[in-house]
């Protein structure tokens, strides 16, 4: 039996890498679900200023092709709380560089008063979307 029931994530999975997969499986080793929310083209825009290589739905198709992934859904806004609770999420799964910041630090709470963990999963060093992205560039 897993610690968690329902387990939630988010990412751009923008060229998708050895770091996006470790996140999945260490977060699908503690739930019994794992939904994925796979941001959309155009929140990506709105975030970085640039879209991703790979365009949504093949991010999309890519990512629920990954075993330890028993479902995908679009995340088209920054909203937290309203997935968790349409989802029944009780674990939040990101990365633990963002431990310790003042909006985690709300998150929490928001998600301790409907029942939902945030749970801090270590980054994979060395390689990431924007370092594959520059390295292309090269």
């Given at each position: 039996?897993?610690?968690?029931?329902?387990g939630?994530?988010?990412?751009?999975?923008d060229?998708?890498?050895?770091?996006?997969?470790?996140?999945?499986r260490?977060?699908?080793?503690?739930?019994?679900?794992?939904?994925?929310?796979?941001?959309?083209?155009?929140?990506?825009?709105k975030?970085?200023?640039?879209?991703?290589?790979?365009n949504?739905?093949?991010?999309?198709?890519?990512?629920?092709?990954?075993?330890?992934?028993d479902?995908v859904?679009?995340?088209?806004d920054?909203?937290?709380?309203?997935?968790?609770?349409?989802?029944g999420?009780?674990?939040?799964?990101?990365?633990?560089?963002?431990k310790?910041t003042?909006?985690?630090?709300?998150?929490?709470?928001?998600?301790?008063?409907?029942?939902?963990?945030?749970?801090?999963?270590?980054?994979?060093?060395?390689?990431?979307?924007?370092?594959?992205?520059?390295?292309l560039?090269?």
């Amino acid at each position: 039996m897993k610690k968690y029931k329902i387990g939630y994530t988010t990412g751009v999975y923008d060229m998708f890498h050895i770091g996006h997969l470790n996140i999945l499986r260490r977060a699908k080793e503690q739930c019994e679900t794992l939904v994925v929310g796979v941001t959309t083209d155009d929140l990506c825009y709105k975030r970085k200023q640039k879209y991703p290589i790979i365009n949504e739905q093949e991010r999309m198709a890519i990512v629920e092709a990954i075993r330890y992934v028993d479902k995908v859904v679009p995340q088209a806004d920054m909203e937290k709380i309203r997935p968790v609770k349409e989802l029944g999420a009780d674990a939040v799964f990101v990365g633990s560089d963002w431990k310790g910041t003042d909006a985690w630090n709300q998150y929490e709470k928001e998600f301790a008063a409907v029942g939902c963990t945030v749970v801090y999963l270590d980054h994979t060093d060395g390689i990431s979307s924007s370092i594959l992205r520059e390295k292309l560039n090269k």
